[in-house]
């Protein structure tokens, strides 16, 4: 089975600096996606950034850019210019890849999460 | 944009109550998803649905059970609550396709104490 840590359960950052959040996975498969969501106090998940194993580059969203190292299964997340909006619980997510079959291959991992405070 | 909305916000029941939690997804998707998330624990899937009717189990299945009728709604269903039930509860949902790394997409969470 597949697990993802997320090592640093709280990170502050002030603002306008940079911060990277670190995850790392396990898992015996060759293809597969890599999620960071963002979490906001009382408000919906929605996605940050998404990294496909095959893809050898690192995947970029404005200032949030992933780190991807497959060999180490690590997959962090560096935040640029933090912003006050920043502030929330990230959760680095992983998911099988696979063709055709909806079953067994739907279902995302999610790490614990870190919760990211901004300091203005 | 998808919309995936759960019915009930903030939910206070009593200990051997029969809990329903609602969701509904606007965009056709053929997977949903019900997630618990508790601190420390992150977010750990209790069952989702691939189809109408049909439903697998996920991590933490034990004290729950699930009804698909319709596509578009996923109702989570605790038979008798238990106190160690109090914890917030994500509905989500996401399409089928051979581009099957699309993104998954969360309702707001529903909060449900257990008294």
């Known amino acids: 089975a597949q697990t993802v840590t997320q090592s640093q359960p709280e990170m502050s950052v002030q603002e306008a600096e940079t911060v990277t959040l670190s995850c790392t996975y396990d898992?015996?498969?060759?293809?597969?996606?890599l999620f960071w969501y963002k979490q906001p106090p009382s408000r919906q998940m929605i996605l940050v950034i998404r990294?496909?194993?095959?893809?050898?580059q690192n995947a970029t969203e404005n200032r949030f850019s992933v780190n991807f190292q497959k060999a180490a299964k690590s997959f962090s997340l560096k935040i640029s210019d933090s912003q006050l909006g920043d502030a929330a619980m990230y959760f680095c997510?992983?998911?099988?890849?696979?063709?055709?079959?909806?079953?067994?291959?739907?279902?995302?991992?999610f790490g614990t999460g870190t919760r990211l405070t901004i300091i203005p | 944009d998808v919309k995936v909305t759960q019915s009930s916000r903030y939910l206070v029941k009593r200990t051997g109550e029969k809990v329903f939690l609602e969701c509904v997804q606007d965009?056709?998707?053929?997977?949903m998803f019900w997630y618990r998330q508790d601190p420390g624990l992150g977010l750990r899937l209790i069952y989702f649905?691939?189809?109408?009717?049909?439903?697998e189990k996920g991590d933490i299945p034990e004290g729950y059970s699930v009804s698909r009728e319709k596509k578009e709604r996923f109702s989570l269903i605790l038979e008798s609550a238990s106190t160690n039930q109090t914890s917030m509860y994500l509905c989500?949902?996401?399409?089928?396709?051979?581009?099957?790394?699309?993104?998954?997409?969360f309702g707001e969470g529903s909060w449900l104490t257990v008294v």
């Open positions: 989500a949902s996401r399409p089928t396709g051979l581009n099957s790394g699309n993104t998954i997409y």
């Open positions: 898992t015996s498969e060759s293809d597969y996606y």
């Open positions: 990294q496909e194993a095959y893809k050898q």
């Open positions: 997510a992983y998911r099988s890849a696979g063709f055709g079959s909806n079953f067994g291959n739907e279902k995302l991992t």
């Open positions: 965009m056709d998707h053929e997977n």
């Open positions: 649905s691939y189809d109408v009717k049909m439903k």
